[in-house]
Nanobody, 123 residues
Framework: VQLQACGGGLVQAGGSLRLSCAASRSSFSSYTMGWFRQASGKEREIVAAIRRSGGSTYYADSVKGRFTISRDNAKNTVYLQMNSLQPEDTAVYYC?????????????????WGQGTLVTVSS
């Protein structure tokens, strides 16, 4: 499956952005979807994940209460709503797809990756 992420940009601290990731396949609903991020000089880390039906989600502690992951299986799209953004949220954000049922939390558990979209939060 091919993934295309978009929605990144420059925002001031306290602001919001909404990332989108469109999948190429109609079998999108068969994949657990995740958002990861990688800051300069750091390892890629999980931000959020959502099960196939959207009924269960996972969030990293650092984004709980600020970010919301959702999906629209009819549109083959997963979203990441990011509120109360802080400079430490600055990173390249990637969407990823995992064919397994239980959402993984490490990059190696995801088989397909989008190209990444840069989020920059200024103080």
């Amino acid at each position: 499956v091919q993934l295309q992420a978009c929605g990144g940009g420059l925002v001031q601290a306290g602001g919001s952005l909404r990332l989108s990731c469109a999948a190429s396949r109609s079998s999108f609903s068969s994949y657990t979807m995740g958002w990861f991020r990688q800051a300069s000089g750091k390892e890629r880390e999980i931000v959020a994940a959502i099960r196939r039906s959207g009924g269960s989600t996972y969030y990293a502690d650092s984004v709980k209460g600020r970010f919301t992951i959702s999906r629209d299986n009819a549109k083959n799209t997963v979203y990441l709503q990011m509120n109360s953004l802080q400079p430490e949220d600055t990173a390249v954000y990637y969407c990823a797809a995992d064919p397994r049922v239980v959402p993984g939390t490490t990059p190696r558990e995801y088989d397909y990756w989008g190209q990444g979209t840069l989020v920059t939060v200024s103080s």
